[in-house]
């Protein structure tokens, strides 16, 4: 099982997302992003943080540093349930591969079906597909 099978099996079970893992160049550092529906308070990350640092313990994962953090306002969109979640929300998405000569784009997330996100810009709607996206991002409402 791989690192990141392993976190977000043990993350389910203890009622967390796993909404992504960055690793540095050495692997010395493990860095852990997790949400839960009604957000993540420091008491979650401190919870989790001594949780997984036993976890990877036992599973000798060798690191020197591990940060747990709540995905930030500009959560990042990855699976097909992150889009779905936050139907209705203002999103800043990056294509792999153009789409009428643009690859950025910001709108509304409206639904998804069959792998591909329907997203409103201007008034107008987009098919886009889930496998074209590189990079997608809630905007934060301030």
Same mark, same amino acid.
């Given at each position: 099982?791989?690192?990141?099978?392993?976190?977000?099996?043990?993350?389910?079970?203890?009622?967390?997302?796993?909404?992504?893992?960055?690793?540095?160049?050495?692997?010395?550092?493990?860095?852990?992003?997790?949400?839960?529906?009604?957000?993540?308070?420091?008491?979650?990350?401190?919870?989790?943080?001594?949780?997984?640092?036993?976890? /990877?313990?036992?599973? &000798?994962?060798?690191?020197?540093? $591990? =940060?747990?953090?709540?995905?930030? #306002? *500009?959560?990042? +969109?990855?699976?097909?349930?992150?889009?779905?979640?936050?139907?209705?929300?203002?999103?800043?998405?990056?294509?792999?591969?153009?789409?009428?000569?643009?690859?950025?784009?910001?709108?509304? /997330?409206?639904?998804? &079906?069959?792998?591909?996100?329907? $997203? =409103?810009?201007?008034?107008?709607? #987009? *098919?886009?597909? +889930?496998?074209?996206?590189?990079?997608?991002?809630?905007?934060?409402?301030?």
């Amino acid at each position: 099982m791989d690192l990141h099978e392993l976190l977000e099996s043990t993350l389910a079970g203890l009622g967390y997302e796993l909404v992504d893992i960055e690793r540095s160049a050495r692997g010395k550092l493990i860095r852990v992003f997790i949400d839960k529906p009604e957000g993540v308070s420091v008491d979650d990350c401190v919870a989790v943080s001594n949780h997984l640092s036993r976890l /990877l313990a036992v599973e &000798n994962i060798d690191y020197d540093r $591990l =940060e747990i953090s709540s995905p930030g #306002l *500009d959560r990042p +969109l990855r699976k097909v349930a992150d889009f779905i979640r936050f139907g209705g929300e203002s999103a800043k998405l990056r294509l792999r591969v153009a789409l009428q000569g643009q690859r950025n784009f910001v709108g509304i /997330l409206r639904e998804v &079906n069959d792998g591909v996100l329907k $997203l =409103e810009v201007d008034g107008k709607m #987009l *098919d886009l597909e +889930l496998n074209n996206l590189e990079k997608a991002r809630l905007i934060p409402k301030l």
